[in-house]
């Protein structure tokens, strides 16, 4: 909510998007005054302020907006009523043909009958609305416009391209300044633009959309994360396997994937009568190894892990970097547990989720929240229809987040199509809420599946299946620590953990050795040796964010050392080199964050 003032030192409390709308109304007027045959289309409040769309001769140049902003200055200085009006049908479509409209008759021959027509006018200006707006333009106090590009009308590329602008208000400038501060961090650690500055990942269309391609600093991140999760789960008793990248669509229809999630998956093919299609989750063939040999209540629990390669079919305009795309490696684990091991198991996935994220990568346990996503139960096509299920698998989440003591809230129509499930949470740089780790529990699959072991009676029980994800996909995890660490990995995970910067030539012989040594103990090391300035060494190298770079001249050889210079400490002087070879074993080893 906003808090706006009104005439006579009254205050009233608006909601963001009515105060977006009216900003919006406002550009559009200020583009007729300015750009005179400039029709209007539609202009809503987005979840960041808001956007018009316009029917112009060219695109709109940095100096348009500028002279847009300043008329729009002027429209909010005139302080005009802003007026709603209804009109019939007849009526509403005479007025925007009068008016030179095809866009707003065109939306007009849209709305169903007997529903009302309903017109804003602030001075000159008429537009085609539901509302609500502000009662007069002079509310508004502090806009930017940030941004233009091309748009379809009603998004379909047969129809004209128009031209968009976005923009952003508050009824305080602090606020506005606020915003864009955010803004410009938010462009700083975008990881699209880290990762091509540090050269981690590329893309290309002769590859396609949402298919980026690790290069070697990348690839070199993504593996040692992969080693570090499967290290960890293999301390605590996972098996890991590998499976296809695709199967028989009929193991999706049992699993009912193929019924609940077939938009999201990429199109059958047909081989030798049988149909395959890529899989967009590994579940349904861990339940066949799970069913491959007789299982004893002694067995359980089994916890069955894998990095492996599923495909969803994102839309192409919904692609980004690595955060969203059409072939992922999922981080993803399935234990079968019997019914009286569920709440120790699930306890023991949420230690590991704070062991990796708290310890491990240092993010503060403040940033963490705990949703526990249920089903909505007025949208049955999009779940497992099975209400007792469903019931027993919601409550028994929520009473073991309450005897864990974990705060939680709850998200209806959030759980996964075959269980509910336990999401964290996790509050980013930028103040985003990202769920990245997860927990759910499944009573679905075990029952499509046929699953059973042999209780301590002789006979035949069926298995939880408790699906857990730590890293979430490894694609997914490294965008959100780019951004998190603006590309600054540590130490451990730094695809060069050291560069050496030689002075001169003279002192390149003795950088190889140092070179080698660290070579030898298992550290990434890279030497300089370019006849560049130390200072452009040492400022490209910061740009790298290397942790460590180790200055080599004429003192460091002869006293058979090294000048150390940290990415966090900045000049730590002169050091031994074993000495330093210690020190960065000993950090890497610590999984300092």
Known sequence: MFK??????????????????????????AVQRLFKGAKITIGPSIENGFYYDFDVDSAF????????SEEMKNIIKEDLPIERFELSREEAIKLMEERNEPYKVELINDIPEGEKISFYKQGEYTDLCRG????????VKAFKLLSTSGAYWRGDEKNKMLQRIYGISFPKQSELDEYL??????????????GKELNLFMTHKLVGAGLPLYLPNGATIRRLLERYIQDKEIELGYQHVYTPSLANVELYKTSGHWDHYKDDM?????????????????CPHHMLIYKYQLRSYKDLPIRIGELANDFRYENSGAVCGLERVRQMCQNDAHLFVRPDQIKEEVGNVLNLIKEVYIKDFGFPEESFSYRLSLRDKNNVEKYIDNDEMWETAESQLRQILKELNIDFYEAEGEA??????IDIQIKTALGHDVTIPTCQLDFALPERFDLTFVGEDGKDHRPVVIHRAILGSSDRFISFLIEEKKGAFPLWLS???VKILSIADRHVDYAEEVKEKLHKAGIRVSVDSRQEKIGYKIREA????????????DKEVEAKAVGVRSREEGDMGDMPLDDFVKKVIDEVNSKKA
């Open 4 to 29: 706006i003032k009104l005439g006579g030192g009254k205050t009233a409390e608006v909601e963001e998007s009515m105060y977006w709308h009216t900003t919006s109304h406002i550009m559009a007027q």
């Open 61 to 68: 140049s940095d100096e348009d907006l500028e002279k847009i």
């Open 132 to 139: 609500p707006h502000l009662s007069s333009t002079g509310c």
């Open 181 to 194: 501060a955010k803004l410009e961090e938010a462009k700083a650690r975008d990881h699209r633009k880290i």
């Open 266 to 282: 990429f199109p059958e093919m047909k081989l030798d009568n049988e149909s395959f299609v890529l899989r967009p989750m590994n």
């Open 416 to 421: 996964a199509f075959y269980g509910p499930k």
């Open 495 to 497: 695809p060069t953990q």
């Open 542 to 553: 910061q740009i790298s964010k290397i942790p460590y770079m180790l200055i080599i001249g």
